[in-house]
T-cell receptor
């Protein structure tokens, strides 16, 4: 089983749609969770951390279920500028473990 | 400080040649990481340093690869006897120890093409 698995995608949605990405991780010792965004041929950039209680940043909502080892990202009212690849990221274990990236899910928002 | 800098941005080399990449992290960050990313994949961990000490190396880092961070500031990644399978984006990132909840800051990467 891969350490971090994501929906394969791609997701093609119209502007204004709500889209959800899912991710599972295998290491129950993982303590830090993130969503990164990566534009084509650019470096990954931190979108948001994911906290146990769930957290929201504008149109973006992240949820964590430690019991199921499951992470989600919800994007409401999609914009054209949201088109990118979204990477689910988990630390290997403990507070200092290295970050492990999923393969990413490509989102394409159409007019 | 404008972030993590990597040089060069692009490198085309012939198979069998050696290449070296440089990374300058954010100045106050004591941790520096190297990742490799191929098309359609997420970044894969290669190695990381805390100050000048190399603390972990992935099994992806064959004996043709070597990384250094001699004074705990910039780092270099060298690939000897390059192979076509080494073609990838090589990403450097930095962070502070104990900031597990704050993620890493990545540089723009060095895109290597081995012909």
């Amino acid at each position: 089983r891969k350490e971090v698995e994501q929906d394969p995608g791609p997701f093609n949605v119209p502007e204004g749609a709500t889209v959800a990405f899912n991710c599972t991780y295998s290491n129950s010792a993982s303590q830090s969770f993130f969503w990164y965004r990566q534009d084509c041929r650019k470096e990954p950039k931190l979108l948001m951390s994911v906290y146990s209680s769930g957290n929201e940043d504008g149109r973006f909502t992240a949820q964590l279920n430690r019991a199921s080892q499951y992470i989600s990202l919800l994007i409401r009212d999609s914009k054209l500028s949201d088109s990118a690849t979204y990477l689910c990221v988990v630390n290997r274990g403990g507070s200092q473990g290295n970050l492990i990236f999923g393969k990413g899910t490509k989102l394409s928002v159409k007019p | 400080d404008t972030g993590v800098s990597q040089d060069p941005r692009h490198k085309i080399t012939k198979r069998g040649q050696n290449v070296t990449f440089r990374c300058d992290p954010i100045s106050e960050h004591n941790r520096l990481y190297w990742y490799r990313q191929t098309l359609g994949q997420g970044p894969e961990f290669l190695t990381y340093f805390q100050n000048e000490a190399q603390l972990e190396k992935s099994r992806l880092l064959s004996d043709r690869f070597s990384a250094e961070r001699p004074k705990g500031s910039f780092s270099t990644l060298e690939i000897q006897r390059t192979e076509q399978g080494d073609s990838a984006m090589y990403l450097c990132a930095s962070s502070l120890t104990g900031t597990g909840n704050y993620g890493y800051t990545f540089g723009s990467g060095t895109r290597l093409t081995v012909v």
